[in-house]
Each structure stands twice: as structure tokens, then as C-alpha cells.
């Protein structure tokens, strides 16, 4: 019994460890590549058909990451074949992110790559014996900014969603 309990207050921990995560990402991601604007930008402001198709994109070739990630152990040289997904995240990323207004996408999509950025970086570290850190926390955390983004694309946040990203608005200023 003393177990379940413990196993229990560790998952709580956990998730509220992982949302806090989304907070204080999103609060530094958004400083990257700033272009000094003449107007306050809109953090909840609509997006295009086309941005929606970029984020789309991005997110579709963030799940063949996942899946090496997920199945590393399976997979010969797993920190290679997920290097060179994620490579191709990454560019379709550079190419969408310039095209997106300072908003709640672009933020929350700044902290999903770079979650995916760090599970590269912690399999390639595994790969050369330099750590023994598991990047599950860093999958788990990708996978909330994903589901998160989608949300935001297809205009359908919850509350609890919603003060969440307000939350992370006030971070990233």
C-alpha cells in the first residue's frame, strides 16, 4: 500500500513537475529570433490557412521522432535515425516560425522543438557514454507542447488550457 501511495504522489509530482516545465519554457522560448514590431502583437491572434498547414507540418514530422524516441531500443543506432528526423523538423521549423506573428503558437512551438532538441541531444550523450539521463521526461514533455499546439490550431483550448497559456504569456514578456 505504502507504495502505491509513494508511485502516486510521484506521478502527481511529475505532471505538476511537466506543466511547470511548459511555463518556464515557453517563458524563455519566445525571445528567439525578435524583430522589433511597431504594433503590440496579438498573442491570441488567428492564424492563416497556410500557418495552420505549416504547423501542421512541423508536427507531422515531429512524430517520426517520436516514434524512434518511443522505440530506441529497438531501433540500431536509435540517436542517429532520430538525429536525422529531427533534423528535418528542425528545417521545416526555421522555414514556418519566421512566417508566424509573436503568438501563442509560435511560443508553444518554440518550446516543443526545443524539447526535441533536447532529446537529441540526451540520446547522442547516451550514444557516446557521456550520461545515463533518460530523455522520457523530455518525450513527455514534447508530446504536452504538441498536443497543446494542435489545441491552438484548431481553436479548441480548454479553460484550464487557456489560463495555462495566459500563465505563459506573463512569463514571456
Known amino acids: 500500500m505504502e507504495n502505491a501511495n509513494t508511485r502516486s504522489i510521484l506521478t502527481a509530482s511529475f505532471v505538476f513537475a511537466q506543466l511547470l516545465g511548459v511555463v518556464l ?3 524563455s522560448s519566445g525571445n528567439l ?12 491572434a488567428p492564424l492563416t490557412e497556410e500557418q495552420k498547414t505549416d504547423l501542421y507540418a512541423v508536427m507531422k514530422l515531429t512524430d517520426k521522432c517520436d516514434s524512434v524516441a518511443k522505440n530506441r531500443s529497438k531501433i540500431r543506432n536509435a540517436w542517429g535515425v532520430y538525429i536525422a528526423e529531427y ?3 528542425d528545417d521545416k521549423y ?3 516560425r519566421p512566417k508566424l506573428s509573436k503568438n ?5 512551438l518554440d518550446g516543443m522543438m526545443t524539447a526535441y532538441e533536447s532529446i537529441g541531444q540526451i540520446l547522442l550523450a547516451r550514444y557516446e557514454r557521456k550520461t545515463k539521463e533518460s530523455p522520457d521526461d523530455w518525450i513527455i514533455l514534447a508530446g504536452i507542447r504538441k498536443e497543446l499546439l ?3 490550431v ?3 483550448l480548454t479553460p484550464e488550457m487557456e489560463r495555462l ?4 504569456r506573463e512569463n514571456d514578456k
Not at 497559456?165 to 505563459?168: D, F, Q, R, S, Y
Open 150 to 152: 494542435k489545441r491552438i
Open 87 to 89: 533534423t528535418k523538423a
Open 165 to 168: 497559456l495566459e500563465t505563459a
Open 33 to 44: 529570433n525578435n524583430r522589433p514590431t511597431a504594433t503590440k502583437p496579438d498573442p491570441k
Open 154 to 156: 484548431e481553436n479548441n
Open 94 to 96: 526555421r522555414e514556418v
Open 25 to 27: 519554457a515557453c517563458s
Open 104 to 108: 501563442d503558437a509560435r511560443m508553444i
